[in-house]
């Protein structure tokens, strides 16, 4: 992708799940998360519009390894929808920890999309919950308001943001990941994966420097 990347009426920026819980401290702390902050808050001035997203659990959520005897943070099991990983207690709804970063200028988000609400199912990516099926509304959102290409940043590299990337390839739009504007968790070489995986959707992966902001 050539340098000097200017957004325009037809592109949005995704700022995906910058939550205390998922930076420095947290209880999900992903290394170095808060380090996007800045960045994200200086590429946010040059687009007309910013959605955000926000990882919103209930307690007891089936993908905490609290909610199954026995179980550890970063085991997998087998749930109705396949293979998931066990997270400690995280993002829970109307927690602190749930909160977005505190230096994060959440006033910029025209939109934001919570999930993971559902107790049954986690979710990942901000177009659909991890049972592949069920929408968030994104899609049709983006559709509405004419948009046709998705700037993305935020945490994690390899979950949330790889699954979103994916996903809003698939739905049609072309994907520009900022990669260090996201941090990664980097579990088992899951960040060498997801880029292979954002890769192989068409997501085009660059630096925060090739957009004219």
């Not at 996007?36 to 993908?63: C, K, M, Y």
């Not at 986690?122 to 046709?148: C, H, K, M």
Request: charged share 20%.
């Amino acid at each position: 992708m050539a340098q000097d990347i200017t957004p325009g009426r037809g592109d949005v920026f995704l700022v995906i799940d910058v939550q205390n819980d998922f930076c420095p401290g947290g209880a999900l702390a992903v290394p170095h998360g808060d380090a996007v902050v800045p960045i994200i808050n200086r590429l946010a001035g040059g687009f007309e519009h910013v959605l955000f997203t926000q990882d919103w659990h209930p307690r007891e959520h089936t993908s905490f390894a609290s909610s199954h005897s026995g179980r550890q943070p970063f085991e997998t099991i087998e749930v109705a929808y396949g293979p998931q990983t066990l997270w400690p207690d995280h993002c829970v709804q109307d927690s602190e920890g749930a909160a977005f970063h505190p230096e994060l200028d959440a006033a910029r988000a025209e939109l934001i999309i919570r999930k993971g609400y559902d107790p049954a199912i986690d979710s990942y990516s901000a177009f659909y919950e991890n049972d592949r099926t069920t929408a968030t509304g994104l899609t049709g959102y983006l559709r509405t308001r004419g948009f046709e290409r998705v700037f993305m940043a935020g945490l994690a590299t390899d979950f949330c943001v790889n699954f979103s990337a994916v996903d809003a390839a698939r739905e049609g739009f072309a994907v520009v990941v900022i990669e260090d504007a996201c941090r990664a968790i980097d579990l088992d070489s899951s960040l060498a994966a997801a880029k292979a995986q954002m890769a192989e959707a068409g997501a085009a992966l660059v630096a925060s420097s090739a957009l004219a902001v």
